[in-house]
């Protein structure tokens, strides 16, 4: 106490020009009209600016809760569409689920991290095991083909992406129906090269590649590029650079069919 009263004594005279400039201000505000305009309207905007502000963040703040929802939606809607299904008995036709089998299912993700500058560029999502995630699950966009998850934790997981150079995936010419290997050069995220097309093949440039579906981790038809050229490169139908939600998809039937293939190989050698 002793302190404060010692401090306003030593600045009393600036306390007291601050009172005076204070009433002075009131007076000038009190008897004229034009002041007290200009000062309703400097009022009215400072609140019109501060509402706009409030405004801006309140719908930033929604325009991430409506993009989680949609997010969820589209994992919805992913989990209803036939690809997702195989039929159990191909004499009906009637959609039921007793006569069908779930062969995909999607789970939503947020991508929380990524990278596109990189040789070995990666991808981290907000779900992991505890959502049900595991090492070599396809990831899409809304666009189309993303990557393949790489390592899960228990609530995040990282995904090895398309524009990465370990990255290579079945692909083929929807138009023709001939396959090869998607690859990345590292040179740039938009474009990739689709590899080893016999040379008779005609490729026309507007062609679509899409998953071919050999790989059990992608279902058959997901885009991959939106335009190509005669010396296959393809334009890559993902934008990694504005990417922020995928769906992770999970094969239901991938094991079987693996241990399948495994007992054919080996019953031919």
Same mark, same amino acid.
């Given at each position: ?14 306390? %007291? %020009?601050?009172?005076?400039? %204070? ?6 505000? !009190? ?11 400097? &009022? ?10 409030? &405004? ?11 993009? *989680? ?18 039929? $159990? ?8 689920? /007793? ?14 991290? !990524? ?13 992991? !095991? ?5 090492? #070599? ?32 995936? !079945?692909?083929?010419? #929807?138009? /023709? ?24 093949? $005609?490729?026309?440039?507007?062609? /679509? ?5 050999? &790989? ?20 890559? &139908?993902? *934008? ?28 031919? #050698?």
């Amino acid at each position: 106490m002793r302190n404060f009263v010692r401090f306003i004594v030593k600045y009393h005279i600036f306390f %007291f %020009f601050l009172a005076i400039q %204070f009433f002075c201000f009131f007076l000038i505000y !009190s008897n004229n009209r034009f002041h007290q305009a200009n000062f309703v309207n400097s &009022s009215n905007r400072l609140i019109g600016t501060l509402f706009s502000w409030k &405004s801006t963040l309140t719908e930033y703040i929604e325009l991430q809760r409506v993009n *989680d929802e949609l997010s969820l939606e589209n994992e919805g809607l992913r989990n209803l569409i036939p690809e997702s299904f195989v039929n $159990e008995n191909d004499q009906f036709v009637m959609i039921n689920d /007793t006569l069908r089998e779930r062969k995909f299912r999607y789970k939503s993700a947020q991508i929380v991290n !990524s990278s596109i500058n990189k040789q070995l560029n990666f991808i981290t999502i907000n779900k992991g !095991s505890k959502e049900g995630l595991k090492p #070599e699950m396809g990831v899409i966009g809304g666009d189309g083909l993303v990557g393949v998850v790489k390592d899960v934790s228990e609530h995040f997981s990282t995904v090895i992406p398309i524009i990465n150079q370990k990255f290579v995936a !079945s692909a083929e010419l #929807e138009r /023709t129906g001939n396959f090869g290997l998607l690859k990345w050069d590292g040179s740039d995220y938009q474009y990739a090269n689709l590899i080893d097309v016999p040379r008779h093949v $005609e490729v026309l440039a507007g062609d /679509t590649i899409v998953t071919r579906g050999a &790989s059990a981790i992608f279902p058959i038809g997901i885009p991959i590029e939106g335009s190509n050229f005669h010396e296959i490169t393809v334009m890559l &139908s993902v *934008d990694f650079n504005k990417l922020r939600y995928v769906d992770v998809i999970e094969n239901l039937l991938k094991e079987e069919q693996r241990e399948l293939e495994i007992m054919t190989e080996e019953n031919a #050698e």
